[in-house]
């Protein structure tokens, strides 16, 4: 027999699967509590836990008073981001992805957005990442924020692509892997080049020239691999020294 866990989690994926499907419509009304239990012949708390399941990833939102009740929630790419975010962040970790790896996952999607945003970019897109190459440029700018901001000007050139479904899917490459990479190379990296980099991108961008973005990030994820090996090389030679002294 099967515990109330396993038992709440396949009442949760039966109901997922219905919205997937289309069988349960945005803004559908899903049947009481009482009418699911009845359902799926489990306990009120039961179904309660798979409701909860389902609100924990923004599947259905619950309403209160006399016309309230669990609906399906309409669910924008915006507001994926962060799971999507999270869940890449996480996979990075827990599977030991490699930094030539990361570095080269994240340059080749970004780069397949070169040309829709060498196309469609926005007065506002270019006036943000004129905006973050300034604040890069500030002299007492802190590691923290100068990665904050690296991924603020990323972040803008995938969205100048106008594809929202590009701008969801790249959220982890950006907002997860660029982290990543920036923690391991700040100590290494130059601001000024990088910083030289993006103002050549934006111009680029504004020209509206895509093979020239193209050029550039190519530039930059091959600055961006050196120093992953720049700062493997040191670690070597540290713990080597570490371990004769030993």
Same mark, same amino acid.
């Given at each position: ?7 709440? +989690? ?18 559908? #009304?899903?049947?009481?509590? !009482?009418?699911?239990?009845?359902? =799926?012949?489990? *306990?009120?708390?039961?179904? #309660? ?5 389902? +609100? ?13 009740? !669990? ?9 994926? $981001? ?5 869940? *890449? ?9 490699? =930094? ?20 469609? #970019? ?8 004129? !905006? ?13 924020? =100068? ?19 590009? *701008? $969801? ?16 190379? =700040? ?22 020239? !895509? ?11 091959? $600055? ?23």
């Amino acid at each position: 027999m099967k515990n109330a866990p396993d038992l709440s +989690a396949q009442i949760a994926k039966s109901i997922r699967d219905a919205i997937v499907s289309g069988d349960l419509p945005v803004d559908e #009304r899903l049947p009481s509590e !009482a009418e699911l239990s009845e359902q =799926f012949a489990v *306990s009120r708390s039961t179904v #309660r836990e798979a409701l909860k399941r389902l +609100a924990a990833q923004s599947l259905i939102r619950t309403q209160r008073g006399a016309t309230g009740g !669990a609906f399906v929630n309409r669910l924008r790419f915006e507001d994926a $981001y962060g799971q999507q975010i999270t869940t *890449s962040a996480l996979l990075l970790s827990m599977n030991a992805v490699d =930094f030539v790896t990361a570095c080269e996952a994240r340059f080749a999607l970004e780069r397949a957005c070169a040309p829709l945003s060498a196309q469609r #970019r926005s007065a506002d897109h270019l006036a943000t990442m004129r !905006a973050e190459i300034t604040r890069q440029s500030q002299p007492g700018l802190s590691d923290e924020s =100068f990665c904050a901001s690296d991924v603020a000007f990323h972040r803008a050139l995938v969205d100048g692509a106008g594809n929202p479904v590009l *701008s $969801y899917q790249l959220a982890g490459a950006v907002e997860a892997i660029e982290p990543l990479m920036n923690m391991i190379t =700040f100590t290494a990296r130059s601001r000024d080049h990088i910083v030289g980099l993006h103002t050549a991108i934006a111009d680029a961008l504004d020209a509206q020239d !895509a093979p020239r973005v193209d050029s550039l990030l190519a530039d930059l994820a091959a $600055y961006t691999a050196q120093l992953g090996q720049t700062v493997a090389d040191a670690q070597k030679a540290t713990q080597k020294t570490a371990n004769k002294k030993n």
